[in-house]
């Protein structure tokens, strides 16, 4: 009987120890809070951040001390991020590859499926309320107007579609993020499922090849999130 309540004992322990949390979608924050498990403080930047504890990727580092900043073209969003996250940088921009105005296919306030891209707007089941037109700018203006001069340890990119434009119009060369993590929406899928996965699509995709030519390295694939590490983060 000692023997064994001393194992349920043991088992319990282990549960509540190797107990692990996400906040993601598709548990990319585990994965990233894992290749910074050593970095106590950084630094994030966050494209297309939507919401600031649901389906986000940065807030387990946020928890841990880690402060960056967010950028959503929803400024319902936005305001939610001011409130929880005060310290971060809360920025409402549509960002793409330039300075210009664009469609925004929007279905609703604070819809994760807000987007402008037309091709992503077509695939989706949902029923688009409004087409609107709206300003966009570039991360790499957006950086220069905040005079920003850190290190980007994190960079993810969550924009329905739209994120080889924000690469289009963001320097890597120059800000070189450790580590980024970008959704890759696979549109040739009948559905959006893990289970419809295709590698080869994504090693044939432009932005598979965009940061391997800067010098980032495929090391994780979570559904339709990419993860890449730049070649100075490696050991």
């Known amino acids: 009987m000692l023997k064994n309540l001393i194992k349920y004992l043991s088992l319990y322990k282990r549960k509540i120890k190797y107990k692990k949390i996400s906040y993601s979608f598709n548990a990319v924050d585990l994965i ?136 289009k119009g963001f320097d890597l060369q120059l800000y070189k993020p450790s580590v980024i993590s970008v959704e890759f929406l696979d549109l040739k899928m009948k559905q959006l499922e893990f289970k419809n996965n295709d590698l080869s699509r994504i090693i044939n995709s432009n932005i598979y090849n965009l940061l391997i030519n800067n010098d980032y390295y495929l090391v994780n694939w979570l559904h339709a999130d990419l993860i890449f590490v730049h070649k100075n983060f490696r050991d």
């Open 32 to 167: 990233i809070d894992y290749i910074f498990k050593d970095k106590k403080i950084g630094f994030y930047l966050d494209v297309g951040c939507q919401h600031p504890i649901s389906n986000n990727n940065t807030y387990l580092l946020f928890k841990r001390g880690w402060n960056g900043i967010n950028v959503d073209l929803d400024i319902k969003n936005i305001e939610i991020f001011n409130l929880s996250r005060p310290k971060d940088i809360n920025l409402n921009h549509a960002i793409s590859s330039s300075l210009s105005e664009q469609k925004l296919y929007f279905y609703h306030d604070k819809s994760p499926i807000n987007t402008l891209s037309k091709d992503v707007s077509s695939f989706q089941n949902a029923q688009v309320k409004e087409i609107k037109n709206i300003k966009t700018i570039t991360l790499n203006n957006l950086l220069k107007n905040l005079d920003f001069n850190k290190h980007i340890d994190y960079m993810n990119i969550d924009v329905e579609g739209h994120e080889l434009d924000i690469f």
